[in-house]
């Protein structure tokens, strides 16, 4: 609109210099109606020119639009009647004292520190592996039908032993920050129990960011703040390393144990690790950094450096709302 008046008074000027200037007899008068004229054309003309260089670099800054780097869904026609996504993200071990996570996990479960010791027998003694996950879910569908991508993060309890047989690996997962306007993320994690924080995140729509001008190539960072200020918050920076001091097998373990909340129901999410998405050459990448968390079952704010893990996608099929009961012997896939 305002660029609009700016044309029409543009169009109009010299119209109106050209009457102005014919009335006056005096020469000096005239001379100085040129002058003028001619000022306040070329004033007008600037702001114009000034005016749309503006409001393009505002407009450009406020409705960039963040694109996703995520892989499409590669089985989404393999399993129609089934929910099946991707999850492209950073997932960490982060070791905790035994005795930290046997406070933090609800009593009644038991810790079964033998399973995790035959996957990792130099895991340091009196030690347990928490995990961070922030993920980024992406075109998933079930029946024909695909809901928007969101994004997630919380710190799981893997290895727990929810029947008590002192076998079967649960993972208990009690608390998750997730996009804030996504009424079914927030709705199918709230229905297993899960503390769920709608939540903004950084990057928008993709699991991660890359550092500028970072010392190490590669490094990226991570960040979601709950809505309600305070309430939670978890930020990662991590950057690519050579060592890999946790074998795949262990991710592909307890990435893979039912998930369980409150214990009602479980949700069998499975990753699969053999698609296009995760095998392609560079799609699974050793990394290590700092985790810093103010979220439940923790009391206050912790930060946690040298962090390893992997950054990598993956895609999935998951089975909703299952008695717990039912992976009484349930093996992790390979």
Excluded at 133 to 150: C, M, R, S, T
Excluded at 161 to 189: C, Q, R, V, Y
Excluded at 261 to 272: E, F, Q, S, V
Aim: aromatic content about 12%; some cysteine; hydrophobic content about 40%.
């Amino acid at each position: 609109m305002i660029n609009t008046c700016l044309d029409l008074a543009l169009l109009c000027h010299p119209v109106l210099a050209f009457l102005s200037i014919q009335r006056p007899k005096m020469q000096h008068a005239q001379q100085s109606k040129w002058q003028y004229f001619l000022f306040s054309f070329l004033s007008i003309l600037a702001i114009r020119y000034a005016g749309t260089s503006y409001f393009t670099v505002t407009d450009e800054v406020l409705f960039d639009v963040c694109h996703t780097k995520d892989q499409p869904n590669p089985i989404a026609s393999l399993y129609p009647m089934n929910a099946t996504g991707t999850l492209n993200g950073t997932v960490a071990v982060i070791p905790i004292s035994i005795k930290l996570a046997r406070k933090l996990i609800p009593p009644q479960y038991g810790i079964l520190e033998h399973a995790y010791r035959d996957l990792l027998p130099s895991f340091p003694k009196g030690m347990y592996p928490a995990i961070i996950q922030a993920l980024h879910d992406h075109e998933v569908q079930a029946f024909g039908y695909q809901i928007p991508d969101f994004t997630r993060t919380g710190i799981e309890f893997p290895f727990v032993d929810l029947l008590g047989d002192n076998t079967t690996s649960f993972k208990w997962a009690p608390s998750l920050l997730m996009t804030a306007d996504h009424e079914i993320a927030l709705k199918g994690a709230s229905d297993y129990g899960t503390k769920t924080f709608p939540s903004s995140f950084e990057p928008s729509c993709d699991a991660y960011r890359v550092v500028p001008d970072a010392k190490q190539p590669g490094t990226t960072y991570f960040s979601a703040k709950s809505a309600n200020s305070g309430a939670a918050s978890v930020t990662t920076l991590f950057s690519p390393v050579p060592e890999e001091p946790f074998p795949l097998s262990f991710f592909k373990n307890f990435t893979n144990q039912p998930t369980f909340a409150d214990g009602k129901t479980c949700d069998n999410m499975i990753r699969l690790f053999n698609t296009s998405v995760t095998t392609a050459p560079n799609r699974i990448e050793t990394v290590k950094g700092t985790v810093r968390a103010n979220i439940f079952p923790f009391e206050n704010e912790q930060e946690w450096r040298n962090v390893y893990g992997l950054r990598m996608d993956t895609a999935f099929i998951e089975n909703n709302y299952l008695p717990c009961e039912n992976f009484r012997g349930y093996g992790a896939r390979d």
